[in-house]
């Protein structure tokens, strides 16, 4: 599934910015679409994921600051940051891919599907 990713910017620390994740033409239908970023100098990491169930899923450093959801009929999904740190400083992606097991949801290489980065930049 192609993926498109918007939103990013530049946000003071405390803020708040609200990315979206979009798949034209396409459903997300029986995927996991996931967010993961990429610091300056870091490994890429898994930041939340959504299962086609809905289950949602948090990397420890983004609980309770983050949230992804998804709206079906935009074909849409979404990661709202708020209160936001200098470490959240990084490119973010949307990745997604069909029948992702349970144990492998946090792992990068478990997604086929990317889309382009959106940097999102923290000022402190």
């Known amino acids: 599934v192609q993926l498109q990713a918007s939103g990013g910017g530049l946000a003071q620390a405390g803020g708040f910015l609200r990315l979206s994740c979009a798949a034209p033409g396409r459903t997300f239908s029986g995927y996991t679409v996931a967010w993961l970023r990429q610091a300056p100098g870091k490994q890429r990491e898994f930041v939340a994921a959504m299962r086609w169930s809905g289950t949602t899923h948090y990397a420890d450093s983004v609980e309770g600051r983050f949230t992804i959801s998804r709206d079906n009929a935009k074909k849409t999904v979404y990661l709202q940051m708020n209160t936001l740190k200098s470490e959240d400083t990084a490119v973010y992606y949307c990745?997604?891919?069909?029948?992702?097991?349970?144990?492998?949801?946090?792992?990068?290489?478990?997604?086929?599907?990317w889309g382009q980065g959106t940097l999102v930049t923290v000022s402190s």
């Open positions: 990745a997604a891919s069909h029948s992702v097991i349970l144990s492998n949801v946090g792992v990068v290489g478990a997604y086929k599907d």
